[in-house]
């Protein structure tokens, strides 16, 4: 069993910033990716970012197996629930519960 925790979501006023993070934890035999995806009501979930393992630290800790978000220059249209998504090895996928972004004043 794969659980993935979300934090770092709330409502933030446009122009602003938010940090989104995602911890992976449970029976990971190894990881091939993690990222972030979103989806407004009505509409298909999408990608926003997406990083192999042996990636950029800034994003992401596999060592921890950690993936980070960080939206800078907030808008409207950004409002979400956003997704920690994982891809293991065996091409398996996992799911985080979501967490709501709210960009608004």
């Known amino acids: 069993q794969v659980q993935l925790v979300e934090s770092g979501g709330g409502l933030v006023q446009p122009g602003g910033s938010l940090r989104l993070s995602c911890a992976a934890s449970?029976?990971?035999?190894?990881?091939?990716?993690m990222g972030w995806y979103r989806q407004t009501p009505g509409k298909q979930r999408e990608m926003v970012a997406t990083i192999t393992s042996g990636g950029s630290t800034n994003y992401a800790d596999f060592a921890k197996n950690t993936v980070y978000l960080q939206m800078n220059n907030l808008k409207p249209q950004d409002t979400a629930v956003y997704y920690c998504h994982l891809l293991a090895t065996t091409s398996i996928n996992y799911w985080g519960q979501g967490t709501q972004v709210t960009v608004s004043s």
């Open positions: 449970g029976s990971i035999f190894s990881i091939y990716a």
